[in-house]
């Protein structure tokens, strides 16, 4: 009678380490759960895409100018800190920018004249243009046109060189390179 007992207790034993080992595990695995979820909807990246990166120089008038597209796929706000052409900064009394929500598909072009309130057609659609005097903000899902007058010291002699453009945010750089062209007009 004594052994049929003591197996009855055995049996509860090992009955019990399992419901321990089961509630452990699925306890583990709700952490986990809740932890990958609470990482996945709280934390948002910054992502800006460049494009349509141009830089010209008008043997015409002796002066340079870049044009890039920036559009925000990421999750969060940008705020551009700083534009530098060749790894020099570029004033911000030289940048023009429109922010917008269109799809744009059509490349941008050399203008003859930038200044504050420029209408510049880009495909069908005509955007004016302000002149940047500080840091500029993009929001989430938004497109900016950016000009930038005379960037580094661009001549004559570059055209056909590559040269870089970096944009500074508070947690990137994006970085993009285009040959200089020559303005044909």
């Given at each position: 009678?004594?052994?049929?007992?003591?197996?009855?207790?055995a049996l509860s034993t090992v009955v019990t380490t399992l419901i321990i080992l089961v509630v452990a595990v699925l306890l583990a695995t709700v952490v986990v759960y809740y932890?990958?979820?609470v990482v996945g909807t709280r934390v948002q990246e910054e992502s800006l895409h460049l494009t349509k990166h141009h830089i010209w120089y008008d043997a015409n008038v002796g002066?340079?100018?870049?044009?890039?597209?920036?559009?925000?796929?990421?999750?969060?706000?940008?705020?551009?800190?700083?534009?530098?052409c060749r790894g020099q900064e570029s004033a911000w009394t030289n940048v023009y920018y429109n922010v917008t929500t269109n799809a744009i598909s059509a490349?941008?072009?050399?203008?003859?004249?930038?200044?504050?309130?420029?209408?510049i057609a880009i495909g069908s659609t005509s955007y004016t243009f302000s002149q940047a005097s500080t840091d500029v903000l993009l929001k989430s899902?938004?497109?900016?046109?950016?000009?930038v007058a005379s960037?580094?010291?661009i001549s004559v002699n570059d055209v056909g060189l590559t040269v870089s453009t970096t944009l500074?945010?508070?947690?990137a750089m994006y970085h993009r390179e285009a040959n200089v062209e020559a303005v044909t007009l």
């Open positions: 009678m004594f052994k049929l007992l003591r197996n009855r207790l932890a990958t979820n002066a340079s100018q870049a044009a890039i597209m920036i559009i925000n796929t990421g999750g969060r706000d940008v705020v551009i800190d700083k534009i530098t490349d941008l072009e050399y203008q003859l004249t930038l200044a504050n309130g420029t209408s899902g938004q497109t900016m046109l950016l000009y960037p580094d010291s500074f945010t508070a947690q």
